[in-house]
């Protein structure tokens, strides 16, 4: 897979998701689940074809009225954006699909020089981002990123993307004490930490957004994943308790479970995936 398709359909997913409230993930409750086994007995009895992504991809392609960043009928005019990681990969497409349509971003990364480079770019392109550099696993970098976002936007945040994070592939046996501490602090406790910093501030925003970067690891195996995977499940869980909890202060909270997409992320770990003998 590409990044530009699935990196597509992720944005897509999450602006649907910003509009429309639908929840991607989780909220596996009963009567879902009944009518989930409902849908299932009926489809059994009447299965019908399944259309494969090329077939899906190709209608998109040829609808005459595509669904581009540019839409008039989508805006985020003057709407306020966090997106950690934004360097790179997915980040990176979130961060120009959301600046495309009209909201301004702040992001980070650690590299301070890809970032400034990043930066640059977005200016040449009149999108309106600024950025700094943070280490997200550290918890006092977390606090003074989140300073410069609440002085960059006037004490409000609209939409908050949890998605710098980092994997790993190894069998669990000769995973370290480092592995995992790295590993949830990176994807998990930075997430957490970061919302909880950003509370008040999407709050402050009246329609507060909170997109967390899962993975697709959450739901099917893939060998050598397991704490990279269990990092992302603690994510799952905060996505629904945070929904329920903040609801009442106006804030969404959603979460999305990629599967694989062509990111540097994706492409160092491939080096490492090779003597699992593991094919993407
Ligand atoms: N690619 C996939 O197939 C895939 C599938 C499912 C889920 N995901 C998830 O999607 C998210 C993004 O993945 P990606 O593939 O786009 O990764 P990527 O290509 O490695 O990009 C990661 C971005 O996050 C930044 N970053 C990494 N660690 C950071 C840290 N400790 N503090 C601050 N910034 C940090 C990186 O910049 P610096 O290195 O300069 O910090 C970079 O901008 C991750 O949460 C990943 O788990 C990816
Ligand atoms: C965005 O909003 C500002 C003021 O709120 C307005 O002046 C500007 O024309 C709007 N831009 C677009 C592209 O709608
Ligand atoms: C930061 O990125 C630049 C450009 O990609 C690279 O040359 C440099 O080694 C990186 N710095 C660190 C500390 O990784």
Redesign the pocket.
Same mark, same amino acid.
């Given at each position: 897979m590409n990044l530009n398709v699935d990196a597509f359909y992720i944005i897509i997913s999450l602006v649907l998701n910003l509009y429309l409230g639908r929840e991607l993930l989780i909220n596996e409750n009963t009567k879902g689940k009944i009518r989930r086994r409902r849908r299932r007995r009926r489809r059994k009895r009447k299965r019908k074809p399944t259309r494969t992504f090329m077939e899906i991809e190709s209608d998109l392609k040829k609808s005459s009225s595509p669904v581009t960043s540019m839409d008039q009928r989508w805006?985020l005019? +003057?709407t306020t954006a966090l997106v950690t990681g934004g360097t790179k990969g997915i980040g990176h497409a979130i961060v120009e699909e959301l600046a495309k349509f +009209?909201a301004i971003v702040h992001t980070c990364a650690r590299n301070e020089t890809e970032l400034n480079e990043c930066l640059k770019q977005w200016e040449d392109k009149n999108f309106k981002v600024t950025g700094s550099v943070c280490d997200v696993s550290s918890s006092v970098q977390r606090k003074k990123l989140m300073e410069d976002v609440s002085s960059v936007f006037q004490g409000k945040l609209h939409i908050l993307i949890n998605n710098a994070g980092t994997g790993i592939v190894k069998p669990t046996a000769e995973c370290t004490a480092e592995d995992y501490s790295h590993i949830m602090a990176t994807n998990f406790e930075s997430a957490l930490h970061v919302s909880q910093l950003a509370h008040p501030l999407l709050k402050a925003s009246s329609s507060g957004n909170i997109v967390f970067i899962s993975t697709i690891g959450t739901f099917i195996v893939y060998q050598g994943g397991a704490i990279y995977s269990a990092s992302k499940g603690a994510m799952n869980q905060i996505t629904k308790h945070l929904a329920c909890e903040w609801a009442k202060d106006n804030i969404r909270v959603n979460g999305v479970a990629p599967s694989v997409i062509k990111t540097p992320l994706i492409e160092n770990l491939f080096v490492s995936m090779t003597h699992l003998q593991l094919r993407l």
């Open positions: 805006s005019n +003057g +009209g």
